[in-house]
C-alpha cells in the first residue's frame, strides 16, 4: 500500500501533505510566510529560504500526526524540484532527499506547475483530456494545453507582470496588506465594475500572450492624475468609495484579459476540458467567469478548491501519483529554478484587440 509523502518548498508557503495511493489526502498542512514578507510588499527569497529551514521539520511533522502515521509507515516521498526561489527549492529537495536517503524509500522530483495544473483533478477526477490549463499566480499567467498529466506544452504565457503581482501592485499602492488579492477579491464587491473603464492590453497580430503590466500602470496613472491617495494606516473597510470603484473595476479587467486569451486559445485548439489553478484562481468574479466561458463554448470547466489553489503539497503528490515503477537514486533528484516547456504556436487569424 502507498502512503506518500508529499513536500512544497518552491516560494513561500512550506507545506508537506500526506497521500494514499488512490490519490486520497491524508493529511495537508501549510505555514504560511505572509507575515515575514508583508513588510516588503513582496517575497524576499533570502527570507524565504530561511524561514523554509525553520518551518518545514515541524510543517512535515504536523501532517504525519494529522494523517495518524509515523514515518517509518511512509513507502515514498515526492517532492517539488521547480520551477521557483532556488534557495527555497534547496531546502525542500535537500529535506527530503536525506528522509528518502534515511527512510530508505524513493524520492520523485515533481514540477510545481505541472501539479498546479494537475490539481484540477483532485477534485474532478473524470475530466476529460485534452485539457486547456490556466495557470495563475503571482508568479505565472500561463495557458497549457495538456494531453496528458505529464504531456503539456506551453500555449500563452505572460510578457510582463503575472496576473497575481499586478493585483498585489495595485493594492499595495492602496495600503493593503501583502498579498492583497485575497483582500481585493472581498472588497471589489463594494465598487462598481463599470466605474473606472481600462483599456483592455492590446496584443500584437495573431499574440496569444497576456501583458498586465500596462493595466496595473494605468490604474497607478488614475490615482496620480486625479492626486487619488489612502490615508496612510487606513482601515480596508473603511476606504473612500473611489478606491472600491477602482478594485472592482482592475479586477474585472484582469478577468476580460485572462479570458479573452483563454477563449482564444481554447477555440483555436477545441479542448475537451478547461482548468484554471494557482492563487489568483481562488478569485470568486475569475472562477464566475470561467464557468461563463465553459458554458459558452459548451467545454467542462474545473478548479480546485481554494486551499489547492495557492501553493500547497497535496497537489505535488498527486502529481506523482501513480508512482512509476522505478525512482532515481535519491541524490539524482535535483531543483531547477526555471522550466522549460514545448511551445507550442498557434495560428490565430484576428488579433487579440479588444475595445
Ligand atoms: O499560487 P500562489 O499561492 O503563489 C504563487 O504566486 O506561486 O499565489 C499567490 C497569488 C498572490 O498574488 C495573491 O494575491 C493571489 O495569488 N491571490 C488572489 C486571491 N487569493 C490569492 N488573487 C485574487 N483573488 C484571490 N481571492
Ligand atoms: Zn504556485
Known sequence: MTVLLAVETSCDDTSAAVLAGDGRVLSSVVASQDAVHAPYGGVVPELASRQHLANLPPTVDSALREAGISERDLTAIAVTCGPGLQGSLLVGVSYAKAMAWALRIPLHGVNHVEAHLRSSWMEAPDLPYPSLGLVVSGGHSHIFHCRSPHDVALVAATRDDAAGEALDKLGKRLGLPYPAGPLMDRLAARGNPKAVVFTLP???????????????????????????????????????????????????????????????????????????????????????????????????????????????????????????????????????????????SLEVNSPCRTR
Open 202 to 344: 492590446r496584443m500584437s497580430s495573431g499574440s496569444l500572450d497576456y501583458s498586465f503590466s500596462g493595466l496595473k500602470t494605468a490604474a497607478l496613472h488614475y490615482m496620480n492624475l486625479r492626486g487619488l491617495e489612502v490615508p496612510a494606516g487606513a482601515d480596508p473597510d473603511h476606504l473612500p468609495p473611489w478606491a472600491y470603484d477602482l478594485i472592482a473595476s482592475y479586477q474585472k479587467r484582469v478577468a476580460d484579459h485572462l479570458m479573452q486569451v483563454l477563449k482564444k486559445t481554447a477555440l483555436a485548439l477545441r479542448p475537451r476540458s478547461i482548468t484554471m489553478a494557482g492563487g489568483v484562481a481562488c478569485n470568486s468574479h475569475i472562477r464566475v467567469r470561467l464557468q461563463a466561458l465553459g458554458k459558452e463554448l459548451a467545454v467542462r470547466t474545473a478548479f480546485p478548491r481554494p486551499a489547492y489553489c495557492t501553493d500547497n503539497a497535496a497537489m505535488v503528490g498527486f502529481q506523482a501519483l501513480p508512482l512509476p515503477q522505478a525512482a532515481p537514486p535519491p541524490e539524482e533528484v535535483d531543483a531547477f529554478p526555471t522550466a522549460i516547456w514545448t511551445r507550442m
